[in-house]
Each structure stands twice: as structure tokens, then as C-alpha cells.
């Protein structure tokens, strides 16, 4: 059973500290796509990716955040430093270009900063 | 201190009840629309979608509407179960460029199914 893998599941870290969310993308897929939700703004956009190139991340704060593919099984979103404004939770999702249009979520970092 | 939030509209039915949740998107060049149901703690599942030339589109108990005259696009579950109760998206999928691909949600509706 293929599944988008995400780590970890939960982080809680002080203002200032860098996180990293890690993120495992389902074999033979290649688009990942990095999103954030709260109950402020829903589910947002940040960063996509396709054959590891990224394609669009006007979505995510530059000053802060920066995401990539170092390889084909692993994505990375790094903050930092982190800010309370940041907390939310985090998904990854994976899906294959073309005619396809399912993009397979994982469970989700939730992020609490302090 | 009180925390303002998105008040995302509801929906409570019987079970058993046919449940149909709307969605205004704003695109007219989206080429692909699409459903995802988001239960507690999980990431959002795609459940259907369908393709900007088309009406309708149906699977398992469920029916995705599309009128491009007014940009609405609606889902039908059919017998809703209790399983059924989750927050449910509406999405647009870009047409082409560096938009291809590129999903963009609805706020969402609060689905609640009562045995």
C-alpha cells in the first residue's frame, strides 16, 4: 500500500530554532507538492515540485522557509529561523504528471512554535 | 484570548440522506476540478474530479456537477454514511505553464452525517 511518508508528525520548538520537515514521496511519482493549513487561511500552497526541479514556490515566505528535493525519495521543508506565526500543519503530496489528477497527501507535520 | 478563524460553512444530515456540498471557483481557465475529503487528522483524499468540458461525472455514491455558466461546481453523496462526516475541498487544477498541476483549494465545508 503506497503512501506518502512525512517526518515527524509533531515538532514543538521555541521562536528562532530551524525545523525541518521531511517528506517521502510515493515510489515512481514525480510531483511533490508542499502545503500548509490553519484555520486562518485553509490550505495554502507553498512549494511544488516536478522531476525534483522546483516549478513554483511564490507561496512560501523566501525570507524563512526554503524547500527542496535533494534526491527522488526525499523532499524538505526547512524554516528557519521558525516564528509562532509559523505554527500550522504541514502536508506533502506526491502525484504523477500527465492526465492524472490525484495528488496522494501524507498525515501531516503539525508544527507548534513557541 | 479569542481566535478568530475561518467559519467554514456545515452541513449536518440524517444518515441515510442524500448530501450535497457546493463550491464557487474563480478560475475559467482551470482545466480540472476536483473533490478531497479531509477526516480528523488526516490529510485531505481525492474523491473525484472531472474535466472543465464536461456536466457531470459520477463514481461510487458520488456525483460532481460543473456549471461553468456561473463557476459552480457541486458534490453529491448518495445514502450518506457516518463514515461520510469530514471537511470537504473543493479544488482547481492549473492549466498549463508552471501552473500545471498546481491545485488550488476552497476553504472547505464541514460535512456532519447523524446515525
Known amino acids: 500500500d503506497a503512501r506518502v511518508t512525512q517526518t515527524p508528525r509533531d515538532k514543538v520548538t521555541e521562536m528562532g530554532q530551524e525545523v525541518t520537515m521531511r517528506c517521502q514521496p510515493i515510489?515512481?511519482?514525480?510531483?511533490v507538492f508542499w502545503y500548509r493549513q490553519t484555520m486562518m487561511q485553509g490550505l495554502e500552497l507553498l512549494a511544488y515540485f516536478r522531476n525534483r526541479a522546483p516549478l513554483d514556490d511564490s507561496g512560501m515566505p523566501k525570507d524563512r522557509f526554503s524547500a527542496e528535493m535533494p534526491d527522488a525519495t526525499l523532499a524538505t521543508l526547512k524554516i528557519q529561523p521558525s516564528e509562532p506565526r509559523d505554527s500550522a500543519v504541514y502536508f506533502c503530496?506526491?502525484?504523477?504528471?500527465?492526465?492524472?489528477?490525484?495528488?496522494?497527501f501524507g498525515p501531516g507535520t503539525r508544527l507548534t512554535v513557541l | 484570548g479569542e481566535s478568530v478563524g475561518l467559519h467554514l460553512p456545515t452541513l449536518s444530515v440524517q444518515e441515510g440522506d442524500n448530501s450535497i456540498i457546493n463550491c464557487a471557483y474563480s478560475?475559467?481557465?482551470?482545466?480540472?476540478f476536483i473533490w478531497y475529503k479531509q477526516e480528523s487528522g488526516k490529510g485531505p483524499q481525492f474523491i473525484i474530479d472531472?474535466?472543465?468540458?464536461?456536466d457531470k461525472r459520477q463514481g461510487q455514491r458520488v456525483t460532481v456537477l460543473l456549471n461553468k455558466t456561473v463557476k459552480h461546481l457541486s458534490l453529491q453523496i448518495a445514502a450518506t454514511q457516518p463514515g461520510d462526516s469530514a471537511v470537504y475541498f473543493c479544488?482547481?487544477?492549473?492549466?498549463?505553464?508552471?501552473?500545471?498541476?498546481?491545485?488550488?483549494f476552497g476553504q472547505g465545508t464541514i460535512l456532519t452525517v447523524h446515525p
Open positions: 479544488a482547481e487544477k492549473g492549466a498549463g505553464g508552471t501552473s500545471y498541476g498546481k491545485l488550488t
Open positions: 478560475n475559467s481557465a482551470s482545466d480540472y
Open positions: 503530496a506526491s502525484g504523477a504528471s500527465g492526465s492524472k489528477n490525484e495528488q496522494f
Open positions: 515510489l515512481g511519482h514525480n510531483t
Open positions: 472531472i474535466r472543465s468540458n464536461m
